[in-house]
């Protein structure tokens, strides 16, 4: 397959793209504008054509999308704290950017998968949400995304594009900003750098490795059926505070690197997705949260290259911003 991947520079979209190259021998061609978060590097040594362009601005749509015969849209702003302080780009990248990636698509009539969260559903106390749960975001990086989905459903129904969402749970693994819960977590430790934990540490996340994710999306992509949402959730629920116990355990760094801080406005208390859905197209999560964990720790121990030019450059005055204190 010829696929367009937006947002391929990012985590999960770098991630994708080596899974399809290294199991499916696909065509590339990666769209990016190269936010903070988005780098050039995480797809050195794959066999890609790589565009640098916004997917708000048509014309590097219409260039990148010519001859592909499916998109995939990873490309959004990913950080609910960053949402919170500063909405404006998250409005504009998730409406106005999925909006004219959908009108290209539909011009051409290329297959179209929407990557999403299961941050759209909002909290849940108890059991899990499935693909009909209504939407309820918390934050504006939520909403913007759940506006984003509603947006794909319409281009399927009014125009009958073939469209398909995926909503992932938390992801964690290889390649992520370090301004997310785990890798954030990972650094500090090995920094000797102490450990903010937002209000009581008893929020859950249902953590996903992101490899099973990247194969999920591809499965979705395959075997979905156009119209339809999917839940890709991963295989365990974890409080934060224990995600932090494991990770000081891991590093062999100590407890009393541990500092409560203030709570996230509107902080969810936690996500839980169902997945029966996806596992019925034959989709199964292969990596539990112990053994993802214990080689995300290794793969940020072994890859100072990859996190030391973003942790001395412009993430140094994100974190002073954001949690008030410089990096050690
Ligand atoms: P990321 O922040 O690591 O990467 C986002 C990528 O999108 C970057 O390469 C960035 O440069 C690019 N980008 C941002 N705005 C753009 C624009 N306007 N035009 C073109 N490119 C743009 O994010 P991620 O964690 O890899 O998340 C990827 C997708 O998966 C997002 O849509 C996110 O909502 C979704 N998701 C993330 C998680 C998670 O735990 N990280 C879980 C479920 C779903
Ligand atoms: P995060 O990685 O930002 O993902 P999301 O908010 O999309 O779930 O946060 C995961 C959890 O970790 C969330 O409950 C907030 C919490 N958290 C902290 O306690 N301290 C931190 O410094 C960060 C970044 C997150």
Not at 96 to 117: F, H, I, K
Not at 230 to 248: A, S, T
Not at 282 to 294: C, D, P, Q, S, Y
Request: glycine share 10%.
């Amino acid at each position: 397959m010829r696929l367009l991947v937006c947002g391929g520079a990012g985590f999960i979209g770098s991630n994708f793209v080596r899974v399809r190259l290294r199991d499916h021998g696909d065509d590339v061609v990666v769209l990016d504008k190269l936010t903070y978060a988005g780098r050039r590097e995480n797809l050195d040594g794959l066999d890609v054509e790589f565009i640098h362009g916004a997917i708000e601005d048509p014309g590097a749509v219409a260039t990148a999308m010519d001859g592909a015969d499916a998109v995939v849209n990873f490309a959004a702003e990913t950080h609910v704290d960053r949402s919170i302080a500063e909405p404006d780009a998250f409005v504009r990248t998730h409406a106005l950017g999925t909006y004219t990636l959908l009108e290209a698509a539909r011009e051409r009539a290329v297959r179209y998968l929407q990557v999403s969260t299961d941050e759209v559903y909002g909290s849940i106390d108890e059991g899990s949400f499935t693909e009909s749960s209504p939407l309820a975001p918390s934050s504006p990086y939520s909403a913007t995304k759940a506006g984003a989905d509603l947006v794909v459903s319409s281009y399927f129904h009014t125009f009958g594009l073939e469209t398909v969402i995926c909503r992932g749970s938390n992801n964690y693994g290889p390649y992520q900003y370090p301004e997310k819960l785990i890798p954030l977590m990972v650094l500090n430790a090995l920094h000797g750098d102490p450990l903010p934990v937002y209000g009581d540490g008893m929020q859950v996340r249902n953590w996903l490795f992101v490899e099973d994710f990247a194969r999920g999306i591809g499965h979705v992509l395959e075997h979905g059926t156009p119209g339809e949402a999917y839940n890709v959730g991963g295989p365990d629920e974890c409080p934060n505070i224990d995600v932090v116990r494991r990770i000081l355990a891991l590093t062999g760094a100590g407890e009393d690197l541990i500092e409560y801080v203030t709570d996230r406005p509107g902080h969810d208390r936690r996500y839980s997705l169902g997945s029966e859905k996806v596992r019925a197209l034959g989709w199964e999560a292969r990596v539990r949260f112990e053994e993802g964990l214990e080689r995300t720790v290794v793969w940020y121990r072994d890859n100072p290259a990859w996190w030391e030019p973003i942790r001395s450059g412009d993430y140094r005055a994100y974190y002073e911003r954001q949690y008030g204190r410089s990096l050690g």
